[in-house]
């Protein structure tokens, strides 16, 4: 079973900065795609950013030009550079990974608190 760990979620301000990483136990060069998703409390899990073969990005209008996602292959490991957050990113944030071997796979989630 392939893991994904997630973490540097914690509080902020409004402005302020967070990057959350995602470890895989898996080599990452397996992983056909890697995303971060975040629920906030009443709503349904969104796709916040992707990246594909750890080359193609794509991200959510409500992010762009705020959040970078990027992948260390050195180090298994994506993450997810937030900047300019704002209280309406408040959410848990998940990992996630696809792969042919083993398909997809979820990390247990960080959480994110922006105060205005």
């Known amino acids: 079973q392939v893991r994904l760990v997630e973490s540097g979620g914690g509080w902020v301000q409004a402005g302020g900065s967070l990057r959350l990483s995602c470890a895989v136990s898996?080599?990452?060069?397996?992983?056909?795609?890697m995303g971060w998703y975040r629920q906030a409390p009443g709503k349904q899990r969104e796709l916040v950013a992707g990246?594909?073969?750890?080359?193609?990005?794509n991200y959510a209008d409500s992010v762009k030009g705020r959040f970078t996602i990027s992948r260390d292959n050195a180090k298994n490991t994506v993450y997810l550079q937030m900047n300019s957050l704002k209280p309406e990113d408040t959410a848990v944030y998940y990992c996630?990974?696809?792969?042919?071997?083993?398909?997809?796979?979820w990390g247990q989630g960080t959480q994110v608190t922006v105060s205005s």
């Open positions: 996630n990974a696809v792969a042919p071997d083993w398909g997809s796979s």
């Open positions: 898996a080599s990452i060069f397996t992983i056909n795609a």
């Open positions: 990246i594909i073969s750890g080359i193609s990005t």
